[in-house]
Structure formats: structure tokens, C-alpha cells
């Protein structure tokens, strides 16, 4: 299993930008297809995006399409999220997701295999 660790989360204002940075270890990290998931209070964990081993291919909630963007880096066993123009809806609890091995993308929660322990966002109105 590979181990994940995420970073990068804070206290923003609307309009704002972060990158939030999730760091893998264990095995080989760019055999995974990776992926974003965030949950709100009350609501259920969602997707947010997901991207390939090779960083070729990238899905994106509706939500969030064209405001974020998710990348990797092979090298560095790394996976961003950069978000611009954050909404108070952004506000959540935001997880580094590894798929699990028949996976082609990290769309739904019963595609994960690993999970990271989350980081705090919030975006003020």
C-alpha cells in the first residue's frame, strides 16, 4: 500500500488561491491513479478530481471545473491541487486518494484504496 500525507490547506478569503500538496510513500507511487476528494460538515465525501499514472488524462467534479487543477509529479511522489478562485462552498476537509489496482480513475470512494488524513479548507465570504 502506499502511505499519503497531505498539506497545504488554510484560511482564505473568496477569490483566493492555495495548492495543496500530497506527499506518497511505500510502493511505486506512479503506478497509482490519484485523486482529490473533499467533505463538508454534514455531507458526504465527495469527488474532486482524479488524474492518471502518466498525468495525461485529468477528471474534474462540475463543481470545480475550471477553477482547479490536479498534476503529479513521478518523480517527486507528488500530486497538487491547485484551486483558484475559491467559493465559501469549498469549505471542507480535503483528501489524497491512491486508486486501487483495476481502477482507471479515482471517481467514487469504493475506487480508493488509500487514503490521506485530510486537510483543512476554508474560504470566507
Known amino acids: 500500500q502506499v502511505q499519503l500525507v497531505e498539506s497545504g490547506g488554510g484560511l482564505v478569503q473568496a477569490g483566493d488561491s492555495l495548492r495543496l500538496v500530497c506527499a506518497a510513500s511505500?510502493?511505486?507511487?506512479?503506478?497509482?491513479?490519484m485523486g482529490w476528494f473533499r467533505q463538508a460538515p454534514g455531507k458526504e465525501r465527495e469527488f474532486v478530481a482524479s488524474i492518471n499514472w502518466s498525468g495525461s488524462n485529468t477528471l474534474y467534479a462540475d463543481s470545480v471545473k475550471g477553477r482547479f487543477t490536479i498534476s503529479r509529479d513521478n518523480v517527486k511522489d507528488t500530486v497538487y491541487l491547485q484551486m483558484n478562485s475559491l467559493k465559501p462552498e469549498d469549505t471542507a476537509v480535503y483528501y489524497c486518494?491512491?486508486?486501487?489496482?483495476?481502477?482507471?480513475?479515482?471517481?467514487?470512494?469504493?475506487?480508493?484504496?488509500?487514503w490521506g488524513q485530510g486537510t483543512q479548507v476554508t474560504v470566507s465570504s
Open positions: 486518494a491512491a486508486g486501487k489496482n483495476t481502477v482507471v480513475a479515482v471517481t467514487t470512494t469504493q475506487r480508493v484504496g488509500s
Open positions: 511505500g510502493r511505486a507511487f506512479s503506478g497509482y491513479i
